[in-house]
C-alpha cells in the first residue's frame, strides 16, 4: 500500500476539525456494521465453524488490513495470508501484525503444539512476497530472528529449507537499475528529493534480507554464541523472482504488460505460479497463483484492475483481492479540492481496485469465490465492501483475522 495513503490519513487526522470528523466516519461505519467496525475472530464465517474442516488444502487468513497505517476502531491487522496443504504451511505477505496472527492461527500439527507455546515454524515450507511496499514485509524478518524460538530448531533433521521467493531488484531488461520517477504537478519543477542508499536504491529481496542480516548482527552474534543458535542461513533460501525476458518490461514505461504466467516454485504440495500486476510505482509487483491436489488459490497482491491477474486466476477456486473503498478516500480529501488533492486521490484509485472492480475481475476469471482482503480502510463496513457481488456471480467473502476457508474438494 503505497506511503500516500499513510500521509494524507495524518494530514486528514491533523486537519483542523477533520479528527472528530474521521472519528465520526469510524463511528458511523461501526453503526452501518452493526455496532462494531469488524466482526471479531470468533465470529467471523470459517472461524470456530468448521467451514474449513476435512479440507485438505485451505486458506488462512492471517491479516486483512492494507496499507501501513494503524487503522482505529479495528482489529484487522497487517496483510497475510496462509496457504496450507496437510500440515505444509506456504506464506504470503507479512504485515505489522502478522507474526502474531500466525502464532494465534497454530498452523502446526496438535502434537507440537507444546513447550510452553515455543512452537510455530517447524511446517513451514514457502514464503512469497508480492512487492516490497513496508506494510507487506514489516513483520517478515521476523519469521528468521524470532524464529529461532518459534520453532526453527526442532524442524526434522533433513528437513528442506524454507524457501522464500520475491521481487528482485528495480531494472530494465539489460539490468539497469531504474528509479521511479518523480510525480510534478503542472507547471512546478521537480522537487530535489535525495536518493537513500545511493550505492544500492532499488534492492529486491535477496539484497533487503542481507541488509536485514546486517541490521540485526548483533543479536544474531549473540544468540549464536550465547544460545548456541545454529546459522538462520542455514533456515532459509532467498531468491529474487526473475521476470521472462521479451514481453517488453520496463519498470517505468512498461511495468504491467501483457504477459502469460510463469511457475515460481514446485514441491510435493503446491506449485505457485506468478504474473506482474499493476501497482505502478513500485515495480515490480506480483499476483501469486497455488495450485494443489485439491484446488487452487490466487493472490492478486496490491494492484488495479489488472488483465494479467484474470489470467492467472483462470478457473481458481478463490481469488483473493485487494480492495478499497471510495468513501474513505472521499473522507481523505473534503472539498474544496486542490490540484494536489485530486492528484492523490486519482493515485489512489489508480494503483488500487474498487470493490465493484473487484468483482468483475472475479467473473471474468470464473472463480467460485472471491475474498476481498488487504482492505482500506482497515475499519470499512460491510456495505462499503458488498458492491463487489453487483458483478460477481459467485461467493463473496468479506475477509477477517484467522479466517479459514477450504480449498477446493475436502479430502
Not at 501483457?258 to 510505482?281: C, G, M, N, Q, R
Request: overall charge negative.
Amino acid at each position: 500500500m503505497c506511503q500516500i495513503v499513510d500521509e494524507a490519513a495524518r494530514e486528514a487526522w491533523e486537519r483542523p476539525l477533520s479528527r472528530r470528523a474521521m472519528l465520526t466516519t469510524v463511528a458511523a461505519a461501526a453503526a452501518a456494521a452493526g455496532g462494531t467496525a469488524i466482526a471479531t475472530p470468533a465470529a467471523a464465517e470459517g472461524v470456530g465453524s468448521g467451514a474449513a474442516k476435512g479440507y485438505r488444502s485451505r486458506l488462512v487468513l492471517l491479516g486483512t488490513a492494507g496499507g501501513p497505517i494503524w487503522y482505529p476502531g479495528t482489529d484487522r491487522v497487517g496483510i497475510s495470508s496462509a496457504v496450507v496443504v496437510g500440515d505444509a504451511v506456504y506464506l504470503v505477505d507479512f504485515g505489522d501484525g502478522a507474526g502474531h496472527r500466525f502464532k494465534q492461527a497454530a498452523l502446526v500439527p496438535a502434537d507440537l503444539q507444546s513447550v510452553g507455546g515455543n512452537w510455530g515454524e517447524e511446517k513451514t515450507r514457502g514464503m512469497f512476497v508480492t512487492h516490497l511496499h513496508s506494510d507487506h514485509i514489516a513483520d517478515y524478518f521476523h519469521h528468521f530472528v524470532l524464529g529461532w524460538s518459534n520453532g526453527l530448531r526442532r524442524r526434522a533433521a533433513g528437513m528442506p529449507k524454507i524457501q522464500v521467493y520475491g521481487p528482485g531488484r528495480r531494472t530494465d531488461e539489460q539490468g539497469n537499475d531504474v528509479l521511479e520517477p518523480i510525480w510534478t504537478l503542472p507547471g512546478q519543477p521537480p522537487p530535489n528529493i535525495p536518493v537513500n542508499n545511493p550505492e544500492n536504491p532499488v534492492p529486491g529481496l535477496v539484497d533487503t534480507t542481507d541488509y536485514l542480516f546486517q541490521a540485526y548482527s548483533l543479536d544474531i552474534n549473540d544468540r549464536m554464541r550465547d544460545g548456541r543458535n545454529p546459522s538462520l542461513r542455514t533456515f532459509f533460501d532467498v531468491h529474487d523472482i526473475a521476470i521472462p525476458r521479451g514481453f517488453g518490461y520496463h519498470p517505468n514505461t512498461a511495468a504491467h504488460p501483457t504477459i502469460e504466467p510463469w511457475t515460481v516454485f514446485e514441491d510435493d504440495y503446491v506449485k505457485v505460479s506468478a504474473t506482474l500486476v499493476d501497482h505502478f510505482p513500485i515495480v515490480p509487483a506480483f499476483g501469486f497463483r497455488f495450485d494443489t491436489d485439491q484446488g487452487s488459490v490466487v493472490f492478486s497482491g496490491d494492484t488495479a484492475p489488472s488483465d494479467n491477474l484474470v489470467r492467472l486466476a483462470q478457473g481458481a477456486d478463490i481469488l483473493v483481492h485487494e480492495v478499497i473503498a471510495e468513501q474513505w478516500v472521499q473522507t481523505l480529501y473534503p472539498k474544496p479540492w486542490t490540484d494536489n488533492n485530486i492528484a492523490q486521490m486519482n493515485h489512489l484509485m489508480t494503483a488500487h481496485t474498487l470493490p465493484e472492480d473487484c468483482g468483475k475481475i472475479a467473473e471474468r476469471a470464473g472463480v467460485d469465490t472471491l475474498v476481498l482482503s488487504h482492505i482500506v480502510p482497515g475499519f470499512a463496513p460491510d456495505n462499503w465492501l458488498t458492491p463487489a457481488k453487483k458483478h460477481f456471480s459467485g461467493k463473496l467473502v468479506i475477509g477477517r483475522d484467522l479466517m479459514e476457508l477450504g480449498i477446493g474438494s475436502r479430502s
